[in-house]
């Protein structure tokens, strides 16, 4: 499972030109799913990033978490973070899990998430136009497999 996390002052996510998530202070979440993960891999991402000390504490010094700062989280699927490039220049996604199996993991990783933060989501599969302010920038990429 991969996570790139973003640290934004706001975030958004439309669908056919309708926001379908918004939020302020957070994280903006990207989520992909490859084929041996499981609900461990979950548990240790949603532990990974409701802890992250990335926000600034009254010193200016990364050091309290999402949980701290009473953050939300827009949570967006991405396929894509599994991409292959070795060969060619067209990308292969064979690592990527399927969408039927993979928005069973997307769901129950936004539920566990939900129950530590307020969390808002794209739309699973669609073609989605996702906008924010990245503060810092602060940008993570987390692996569960890491």
């Given at each position: 499972?991969?996570?790139?996390?973003?640290?934004?002052?706001?975030?958004?996510?439309?669908?056919?030109?309708?926001?379908?998530?918004?939020?302020?202070?957070?994280?903006?979440?990207?989520?992909?799913f490859t084929h041996?993960?499981?609900?461990?891999?979950?548990?240790?991402?949603?532990?990974?990033?409701?802890?992250?000390?990335?926000?600034?504490?009254?010193?200016?010094?990364?050091?309290?978490?999402?949980?701290?700062?009473?953050?939300?989280?827009?949570?967006?699927?991405?396929?894509?973070?599994?991409?292959d490039t070795k060969k060619g220049n067209r990308p292969s996604y064979v690592k990527a899990m399927k969408g039927e199996l993979s928005t069973v993991l997307y769901d129950k990783f936004n539920e566990l998430l939900k129950e530590k933060v307020n969390v808002e989501t794209g739309i699973f599969g669609s073609e989605m136009k996702v906008s924010l302010i990245n503060d810092g920038p602060i940008t993570i990429i987390l692996d569960s497999k890491e």
């Amino acid at each position: 499972m991969k996570v790139v996390v973003q640290r934004v002052d706001k975030a958004s996510v439309s669908v056919d030109e309708k926001i379908v998530g918004k939020i302020d202070k957070g994280f903006m979440l990207l989520v992909g799913f490859t084929h041996d993960d499981d609900i461990n891999d979950i548990e240790y991402m949603v532990r990974k990033v409701v802890n992250l000390r990335v926000f600034d504490d009254e010193n200016g010094v990364m050091n309290k978490s999402i949980l701290d700062v009473g953050g939300s989280i827009l949570s967006i699927s991405q396929f894509t973070l599994y991409a292959d490039t070795k060969k060619g220049n067209r990308p292969s996604y064979v690592k990527a899990m399927k969408g039927e199996l993979s928005t069973v993991l997307y769901d129950k990783f936004n539920e566990l998430l939900k129950e530590k933060v307020n969390v808002e989501t794209g739309i699973f599969g669609s073609e989605m136009k996702v906008s924010l302010i990245n503060d810092g920038p602060i940008t993570i990429i987390l692996d569960s497999k890491e």
